[in-house]
Structure formats: C-alpha cells, structure tokens
C-alpha cells in the first residue's frame, strides 16, 4: 500500500511539473513573440485597488469574452507601503491574488511597476513620506530617491517571483514596466535625468525576470529596454530602436474626470479606428488605458480635483457592466484582428482601400437605476447626526506642533485630506493697521480653505483642476488686542503629473496677511513668520466615527432636530441592501462636499454640489469623424459633477447597512437613497445576413418597444421607420424569440422578415427591448 501511494504521489508530482512550463518571451523587429511565435496581443488596463477583490474575477472573465489576450495593470507604491516599511498586501491590495485570477482565467499580464504610475492617483502612486526624507529628489539621479525605488521594487519582483507569476516561470506576466512616462519631462531633470533612466533600465535588467521590460513615452530608451507609446492615436509612432516591436501601452478609451468637469466621450467608432490603424501600420501589441476604470475609494483620487469615479468611458463601466455598444464593437474588432494575426505579424504589408462599407453588428445599452426594492426610500432612512468638534482648533488653537512658519502640508505624510494652521495677532487701536476697513488674505494652494477668526466662520474658497494658487480675501472685523486666526485646509488629492509635480506646494504656502485700509493707503501686516500652530485631521475621523465601533464614538449621536446646510456636521442612518445582484450606488444629491462611508468602508470623497461648467456641451448627434479630444461630444453641463457613487456589494451586509457622512460644506441628506444600476433598454443592430444578438444583462427582455428589418433612422431610444421595410411584422417576429428570455439572436435576412421593398439599399435589423 505504501509503494502505491508513493507510486501515486510521484505521478501526481509530475503532473504538477509538466504542467507548469515556462513560456519564452522575446522580440525582434516585427512583433512581440511567444514561444517562437509572433502575437497579435491586445490588453486592457484594470487596477486593483479601483474595484474589490470580489469584483476581479467577473471583470477578468468579460475582458477575455470581449477578446483580449491580456490584463495590464500599475503597482501602487503608496497603497503598498504609506509608511516607510509598512506594507499593505491585504483585501483590495492583494497583488498576487489579482494575478492569480489573470492567470486562472487563462490571460497574459502586464506588470507596471513604476513605481511613479500617474494614473490621475493621489501624488503619483508615490507615497508622501518620500518627500519629506533629508536629502531626496524624486524621479532623478539621487541616491536616497533610488535607494527606495529599489527596495520597493525588489519587493514586488520577489513576491512575485515567489509565486512563479512570470513567464519563464509558467506564470502570465509576459511583461513588466520601469518608470512612467518620463521622457515626457525628462529635459527638466537635465543631465541627472538621462543618468536616471540609465540608472532604472540597468536596474531592471539586474531582477532577472526572463521577460521584456518596457518604458513607456522614452525617446532616449536604453537599448534593453522597449519604447512605447501612449495617446488617443499611436498609428504614426515608429520606436527609436528598430530592432523593437511597435507597441502600444495606453490607447485612451475615453478621460478621466475632474470637479467641476463634463462628462467624457470617445466614441466606440474611433476607439476601433485608432486600434485598426495601429496594426494596419505594423502594431503587435495594443493595451486600452481603461478597459475598466472603477472607482477612487478612499483618498485615492489625485490631481488634485480628480474625481471619485474613475469611470473612463471604458468598456467595461465603473461598476463592470457591459458599456455597449464600446464593448461589443471592440469584440468584433478584436476578433478580425486575431484571425489576421499571421498575416499581420508576418506578412507583407499593402494599403487597400475598403470605403465606408464596413458593418459592425452590435448592441447598444442604455442604463437606468432603479429604486432600492427592499425599503423605500429616502423616506425610510431615519437619521442622526453630530457637530465635528472644531472649537479647539478655531477657539482654543490647540495644535499638536509649532513653527514660525507656514508648512507644507505634505509634511504630515497625507494621513488625512485635513490640517490646521492657527496663530494668533495682537492690534492695538494705535497700531498704523488698524481701521474700519481690514481683510484676511491668504494665498492658497488651489486646495479647499475655511478661514475663522476669533471662533467665527469668515469663509471658504477653492478651484478646480490645473490651478495651483488662488488669493482667498475677505472683510474681517477684529478686536483690539488678541485675535485668533484658525485657518482649515482640506486637500483634494495631491498633485500627479508633471516635472517636479512632487514639490508643489500644498496647504496654505502663504503669504498669510492682515490689511488695513485708510482711504488709498493700505497697511499690510505679514502673519507668515509668526507662531503658528498646526493639528492633522479632524476629531470625528480620528475618533473613527464612521467605523460603527461604539469605543470610538466619545460622545452621542442626535435623532432630534437634525440639521441641514451646516457645515462640519457627521450624519449616520441604516438601510436595507437593495435585492439582487446588480451593482448598487447611492444618490447623494442634496449635499455639500465631504466623505462617505458605508460599514466602516470609505466609498470616497463625494462633492454633488459642484456643478460642471456652463459651456461646452451639444445636443446634438455626436459626430465621431475626426480626432479626438476630451472636450469633444462631452456632457452633463451644468450638472452635479458627481452624483451616484459606487457601493460595492461586497461593503454590504445582508441585514441592516450603516451609511456615515462627514459634510464638510453644509447640505441636506434628506434625499439620499440606494438605487440599483442595471440595463434600462437594449437596442440591437445587424446588417442583412447577420445575427443580431440582445441581452439584458441577467434580466428578462419584457417587451419589444420597436422593431423593423429594412431603413431605420434615428437612435436608440428614438427610432423611426425610413422608406423601406419587411412585409412580416418585424415587432410580432422578435417578440416571439426573445420576449422573457435573458438573451436572444435573430438572423437579419428576409428569410426570417419576409421581402422588403428596398432594392439595392442596405438593410438592417433594428430593435429596441425594454429589460
């Protein structure tokens, strides 16, 4: 018996070994090649830390069903690691859980480690206690910099040589990235500069990982390293070493979003366009930067002013569902582009020109969110709330350190949006300063600002994206003898582009100024070099009163007379989930700015209340001809910037939910309710002799509000006949197919609708299902 089970044991050990083989990645000039054979690769951007763990699998799933052959993604340095030494690998930061699942779902990856990674993340991916060791500049020649770019470097290529997660171990990860962009600011470094990348690629050849290492936007690339390119368009790129494929690793499927921003559009017919080009023009490999963009939880947003939602316009939406018609057209694409991958990768290259005739046949989804069915609301949430204890910072001055200057906020390491500045001035009526007329100026650093004086409120200022400094100044009535001026700043992410992004000031930088008028003279007294005192953070997120632990809650929360539009004022209630599994957001209009928290879990910061700008937006179709820019086919003018935000099922409990907000500006949370986020309607198109095929996503399609196999003009949701149809009644045929079904297919062909009166015109099946 022994020497069977030993007989058993050694077979399924060489199972085990002859099943883990490592591939061989290389390159030559023409494509990216594996195992001896050139690829066509197309990949697709998903981070992490922007979804849950329990979100990876279904997410990876789509993206292979939508025709990828490989996930990308950054490694986030200051996620990993926000104190020196102190890492972080645990829930949504599991990076060898993540591409673990790449690899069970049979895809290729993509490892960006950076580690400055941009990617509109707070200061870069970098974390802040990198600014504040002696000595150090970030992203150059300097020693104290690449001492801890190596550490953390070697970290991760260790975790994940560890696991065997690279190709020449059998793993998926066929290859990683050093640096970020750099030869966008490179000439700002200077000489240090080039040392640097120099610097990083022999580094990088040192880890020994046994697959290609790119660098993206790098002119200059060392010769073993692999130049790529990033942009909207990448067709006219030609790496500058010739003996290099020409690759791709951020095709920008749409943008990101700021406060104060429209809502982005890059249209599915432009997306295939610049993808088609790309290999038309000798590609081998093509990554879109997003195929999924997720959500910012946490203080993860950068900027600053980049908003909660990292949406993207990508092909998979924040909350994972199928953005169609993007998704499904790039399918299409995607397989044509496979199936040509021979002749794309090694054949000879010549122009041919097909006209407009080309078809797409796919779906387009209209999303809706409905009501949560398990209570209603927002009648239902019952709420309490409690003051944020501000008098010792704005009455008492209280701070945890002292300085005879204004510091950089980034001095506290970013351990919270929040700092204090606080000093006190002493005026005399006899003082030259003192008149009727006196104002507090402060000059700001384009973060939010809330100004007190002497336990009064005096007012608050802030900006929006790509502005760095404003001059906050208002009318302030002082006393004679001593004043006390509290001073609140509240960052909205830090800085993440840019030469020397690192060293912009955030905080108050100053100067801090009291002014007195006198007719036309005006005396100014500088208050920057005074005692100035500071405190990090506030008491209610200290205290963790979004935690739902009572041992931290010091103090009572009030179901009487709960207030609206009061600043720094927490608001709790509880709810039931919504029923079901589709993804789940929460309707914040109504409230100021602040941050949410949903069981303990931060959902991010919310601001419903900043409106995105006036000008900009059209009505009308939008016209996908031409290049793109962030400000084309844009929306939502004049609409709150943000106002759903993702509540990840895996945030929620089965019973009853606890929802916590700090408002910081003051709002109203009486409308605040939970909806569901699903596929309202379902247009499907397919030109004669094709399937059209429809989906509601897991729901029945129950009616079929229009249908017609001939000309159809107009677009989904407002359809209408043009001058030819079937003689069947196209309505009666799709309802018959697919009417309660989740999913459907119907061959677009008068064989199935009957002749149609259209002569030689194209035709095409059109239908719009309600799910």
């Known amino acids: 018996m022994a020497s069977f089970k030993s007989c058993v044991f050694f077979l399924f050990l060489l199972f085990v070994i002859s099943s883990i083989h490592a591939y061989q990645v290389s390159h030559d000039g023409r494509a990216i090649t594996i195992n001896g054979e050139r690829r066509v690769l197309l990949s697709g951007s998903i981070h992490y830390p922007r979804s849950t763990a329990q979100m990876w699998p279904d997410l990876i799933k789509k993206a292979k069903e939508g025709g990828l052959d490989a996930i990308e993604t950054y490694v986030f340095w200051n996620a990993h690691e926000p104190l020196r030494r102190q890492y972080d690998f645990s829930g949504n930061l599991d990076l060898i859980r993540f591409l673990k699942t790449i690899q069970d779902e049979g895809l290729y990856a993509v490892l960006r480690i950076g580690p400055y990674v941009c990617a509109e993340w707070n200061y870069g991916g970098f974390p802040v206690w990198l600014h504040n060791m002696p000595g150090i500049e970030l992203r150059t020649a300097n020693q104290v910099y690449m001492n801890e770019m190596q550490n953390f470097t070697q970290l991760i290529v260790d975790m994940v040589k560890q696991e065997k997660l690279f190709a020449s171990q059998g793993g998926p990860i066929i290859l990683a990235q050093i640096e970020n962009e750099y030869g966008n600011v490179q000439t700002s470094y200077g000489d240090a500069g080039k040392a640097y990348v120099d610097w990083c690629a022999n580094f990088a050849q040192s880890l020994d990982i046994g697959v290609p290492w790119i660098m993206c936007q790098q002119p200059d690339v060392p010769q073993s390293m692999i130049n790529t390119c990033n942009g909207w368009y990448c067709d006219e790129f030609t790496p500058s070493n010739p003996n290099t494929p020409k690759m791709w690793t951020e095709n920008w499927t749409g943008w990101f979003k700021n406060w104060g921003g429209k809502d982005p559009l890059r249209t599915a017919e432009d997306v295939a366009y610049s993808v088609a080009r790309f290999f038309q023009t000798g590609g081998t490999f093509q990554n879109y930067y997003m195929y999924h963009g997720g959500t910012n939880f946490g203080r993860t947003s950068g900027g600053p002013y980049i908003t909660t939602t990292y949406d993207y316009d990508a092909p998979l939406d924040e909350f994972g569902n199928l953005a169609q018609p993007k998704y499904g057209h790039l399918k299409e694409l995607h397989d044509v582009l496979h199936s040509m991958e021979k002749t794309l990768t090694s054949g000879n290259i010549t122009n041919s020109d097909l006209g407009n005739?080309?078809?797409?046949?796919?779906?387009?989804?209209?999303?809706?969110?409905?009501?949560?069915?398990?209570?209603?609301?927002?009648?239902?949430?019952?709420?309490?709330?409690?003051?944020?204890?501000?008098?010792?910072?704005?009455?008492?001055?209280?701070?945890?350190?002292?300085?005879?200057?204004?510091?950089?906020?980034?001095?506290?390491?970013?351990?919270?949006?929040?700092?204090?500045?606080?000093?006190?001035?002493?005026?005399?009526?006899?003082?030259?300063?003192?008149?009727?007329?006196?104002?507090?100026?402060?000059?700001?650093?384009?973060?939010?600002?809330?100004?007190?004086?002497?336990?009064?409120?005096?007012?608050?200022?802030?900006?929006?994206?790509?502005?760095?400094?404003?001059?906050?100044?208002?009318?302030?009535?002082?006393?004679?003898?001593?004043?006390?001026?509290?001073?609140?700043?509240?960052?909205?992410?830090?800085?993440?582009?840019?030469?020397?992004?690192?060293?912009?000031?955030?905080?108050?930088?100053?100067?801090?100024?009291?002014?007195?008028?006198?007719?036309?003279?005006?005396?100014?007294?500088?208050?920057?070099?005074?005692?100035?005192?500071?405190?990090?953070?506030?008491?209610?997120?200290?205290?963790?009163?979004?935690?739902?632990?009572?041992?931290?809650?010091?103090?009572?929360?009030?179901?009487?007379?709960?207030?609206?539009?009061?600043?720094?004022?927490?608001?709790?209630?509880?709810?039931?989930?919504?029923?079901?599994?589709?993804?789940?957001?929460?309707?914040?209009?109504?409230?100021?700015?602040?941050?949410?928290?949903?069981?303990?879990?931060?959902?991010?910061?919310?601001?419903?209340?900043?409106?995105?700008?006036?000008?900009?937006?059209?009505?009308?179709?939008?016209?996908?001809?031409?290049?793109?820019?962030?400000?084309?086919?844009?929306?939502?003018?004049?609409?709150?910037?943000?106002?759903?935000?993702?509540?990840?099922?895996?945030?929620?409990?089965?019973?009853?939910?606890?929802l916590v907000l700090f408002e910081e500006f003051g709002g109203n949370p009486s409308l605040v309710n939970f909806q569901t986020v699903q596929v309202g309607t379902a247009c499907g198109s397919a030109y004669e002799n094709k399937t059209m095929e429809l989906s509601c996503n897991g729901k029945p399609i129950t009616s079929i509000r229009y249908a017609n196999f001939g000309e159809t003009e107009g677009i989904c949701g407002s359809f209408d006949k043009g001058s030819c149809s079937s003689e069947n009644n196209a309505v009666s045929i799709i309802e018959k197919e697919c009417v309660g079904k989740e999913k459907c297919s119907v061959l677009a062909s008068e064989g199935v609708f009957g002749s149609t009166n259209c002569g030689n015109n194209a035709k095409r099946l059109i239908v719009e299902a309600v799910c």
Not at 373 to 401: I, M, T, Y
Not at 502 to 531: R, Y
Not at 537 to 552: A, Y
Not at 591 to 602: D, M, P, R, T, V
């Open 357 to 658: 005739s080309v078809a797409v046949n796919t779906q387009t989804s209209v999303m809706v969110k409905k009501t949560n069915d398990a209570e209603n609301e927002p009648s239902f949430l019952q709420w309490s709330w409690r003051p944020e204890k501000v008098d010792e910072a704005v009455v008492l001055g209280r701070g945890q350190s002292s300085a005879h200057e204004l510091i950089d906020q980034k001095v506290a390491n970013d351990v919270s949006d929040y700092m204090w500045y606080m000093t006190n001035v002493y005026i005399g009526k006899n003082d030259p300063i003192w008149s009727d007329n006196m104002t507090l100026r402060v000059n700001g650093s384009g973060h939010i600002l809330h100004a007190y004086v002497n336990g009064q409120y005096l007012g608050s200022q802030w900006a929006t994206y790509g502005i760095f400094n404003y001059v906050f100044e208002k009318q302030v009535k002082l006393n004679p003898g001593r004043n006390h001026i509290s001073l609140l700043s509240a960052t909205i992410g830090l800085q993440n582009y840019g030469a020397h992004f690192d060293t912009v000031q955030s905080g108050i930088p100053g100067p801090v100024e009291i002014i007195g008028k006198n007719g036309d003279e005006s005396v100014i007294k500088d208050l920057s070099s005074h005692k100035w005192s500071y405190k990090v953070d506030l008491n209610g997120i200290n205290n963790k009163l979004f935690s739902g632990n009572p041992k931290f809650e010091n103090g009572q929360w009030f179901s009487q007379d709960v207030p609206i539009n009061r600043m720094m004022t927490w608001y709790k209630t509880t709810f039931k989930a919504p029923l079901g599994n589709d993804p789940v957001v929460v309707d914040l209009q109504g409230l100021g700015k602040g941050h949410a928290w949903i069981n303990g879990e931060s959902i991010g910061r919310y601001w419903p209340s900043y409106l995105a700008e006036e000008e900009g937006c059209s009505t009308d179709l939008c016209d996908y001809r031409g290049k793109y820019g962030p400000d084309k086919c844009a929306s939502g003018c004049g609409e709150p910037t943000q106002r759903w935000y993702h509540v990840p099922r895996s945030f929620l409990k089965s019973d009853e939910n606890t």
